[in-house]
């Protein structure tokens, strides 16, 4: 039992500010909807803006009985809630399971004669024990907030499921982890799973739902908690007791530190003579599985713009945001929306290159740059190097959505849209995207442990973009994205003023960030 | 000229002094020893000396570059830490090469000769590497440089005693050929078998510095003796420590500067046989542990 006391030791600060975070922003989520949304009316306008298959894509099939309050707190933070929760059960399961593992830490404890049964034992336990802060604080939360159209047993219903997703996951890369030797491996590959069942879903829920049975965000959408309460959409994520057997077995059969996966061994050397085409080595996989999952998203949104004009075209009943945008051409305004999510989506191939800047720093930099010629390497130019490449990952990943979407709307007769408007959009978001990379490299220059910030940072920005308007923020808070600035590209156009202030300030951080950095201590080991 | 001259330098975390009025110099040709209990500020000392943190107060010189203004000197020097991380997916080999590329050296065949020395095999990915053989690219990369400079913090932590063995001929290597090297360790035989000098640091600052033979007054002989009568009160004596009975035998440790009084006692007694053994570090060391307590 120590050991679990060890683990609470090392996980509670992180639990804390998951959990935290994530049960506050629901709860809020509750009671701004309870306080915006009171009048049937407008809920009803916004049924019919959800019941669009862009919306229908990025948040879920709208629930079949009536539209109350509770039941839009549902559809509006149910696949969203469960894409977070299921990310925070895949960190922590990795660092428990898999990241001590590689550092050895696995070894060192069942040299100090825990037995790997008992170990397995503890893994499970964490992974029951950081899921119940959640369930408890949120419950009590919404049961507080006491929206309209809910009783406390929804509330347990509700979440009950997202917790079981989250442990769904939890159990999930604990399999995952038994087969594949290294931590970023498995991450890796659970994350996918994790991202890609909500791709797969909101192509499904719109071509043909029936398909959509096979993600475990659709059973989340079948519960109808706050409506029908089926709660036989409970019964397949015990599925997990599987993932569990299979962590169990394999793990039971392969070495401490190994997997049944072995990376290949190769005779051949590469040859890496320089930091970038080091760095190149480091984030190819990286990029790529970044590249793809934006380019799945611009062809699932692109999957549904058809369906969107037809809809459109006969609803004349606007959307709460449409009204708040006073925006008369709603397709492209939802372009316009998506391009601006995705841009979130694409900042984060070049913040995790950032990211691994922390690695570097830590474990190697140190004794990398001394005793080299510096006109080859020195800490600058690795942190240069970084930033170059974080800003074409981004840019890159955001300009290949943007492809793909247009390529999408050649197959729609009349698009409103012309290839030099996505040129524009990548150009006018892409100031938001070097901006975070300009950020994080002042956070970093500052320090290493600021560096972090960045994430709330990001969270925050999506928050505002995605339900900023519907939750009718205000002004000034609004104001703080730099997004909201830049208008609604599809619709307004580049705001060249605002596009070259950012890019300016993203610079002037950058500089200031690289010139802090070279005056700071090396942080080591 | 010394190729590496620390002038009073203090480092300061905070309200904690890590290292305090440490100076030092070290001449070509100098191999020099650099010991200390843990967290004596030894590696923060050769942190502030490659670059990796700045320095609170004094100065440092590699070739008479002061290493605050311009980064240039690192080029003169190598580096290898106690504990080294590489890159997990590239095998050994590509780690050797990329440090050879950074360092603008392309000399093969003293890389494939150090590889046969050290036993490396490098065509494996790094993340299968043990500790050791992890110390083992990175001493590599080092010896295969043409730096004037070298500095091991705890190069052979990792290493079994073959390769200890096979570090030290490397670093003769290096001396022959008029390198200086700083050799940072609290394997103390290792220190004592190649250093020409030596500094010992306790709690940031320099306690005691010089040759061997100098340092001679803080050190302790070791004497083992034996006799048929009764010599325990000798064990009573204020500059005899650590007494040892092994059957007969005494073995016990005396200060230097004690010893005349030390042989004006063990004329009253009739001893049957005695041995005397040099200096060790380890008493050195013993010393200034004992002080501590
Ligand atoms: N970044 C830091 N912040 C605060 N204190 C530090 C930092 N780095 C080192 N110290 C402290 O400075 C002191 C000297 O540490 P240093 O690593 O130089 O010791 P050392 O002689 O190399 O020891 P060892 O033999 O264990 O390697 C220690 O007390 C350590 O805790
Ligand atoms: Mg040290």
Redesign the pocket.
Known sequence: MNYIRLQIKALWLKVSIWVGSLSILTILIAFMIGELYSNPFERMNMRMAMDSPAMVAMAGPIPPGDFTEAALFMVVTVLFLGLAYGLFNILIANQVVKHEENEGLTELLIASGIGRKALFVNHVMVGILINIPFFIITILGLTLVNVNGSEFIDHVVFISAITLFGLLFYALTMAIGAFVTTSDMTFGIALSVLIGMYLYRAITDVVDISYSVVSPYHWLSRLDAYGGNNIEWLIPFSILIIFFAIAYFVTLKRDVGDGIIHPKVTHRSRNISSYPKLLFTQSRMLIIAWFVALIVTGLSYGSVLEDIEEIMANNFIMNAAVQAGQIDNPVLFFISMISIITAIISMFPGLMIMGKLLKEERLRLEWMSAGVDIKRINPTRIIITHIIFAIVASIAAHALYAISLYSMTLLVEDFPTEPIDYVYALISEGSVIVLMIGLVTLFYGISYKMFKLIWPVIAFLFIISYVGTILQFPDWLLNVSPFHHLGHIFVDGPMWNVIVILYATALILMIIGVMLYRRR?IQNG | MPILEIKEVTKN?GD?T?VEDVSMAIEPGEVYGFI??????????IRMIIGAIGITKGQIFVDDMDVSKDKKYLSKISYVP?DVSLWPNLTGMEVINFLMAARGYKDTKRRDELIETFRLDPHKKSKTYSKGNRQKVALISAFCSDAELYIFD?PTSGLDPLMEHTFHEEVKRLKQEGKSVLLSS?ILSEVEKLADRISI?KD?KIVESGRFSELSHITRMKYIIESNEDISPIKQLDYVHNVEEEGKQLHLLVDNESIPDFLNELKTYKITHLETEPAKLEDIFLRFYEASR
């Open positions: 201590d | 975390y904690f890590a200390g209990p843990n967290g004596a500020g030894k590696s923060t000392t106690g705890e609290h640091i940031g």
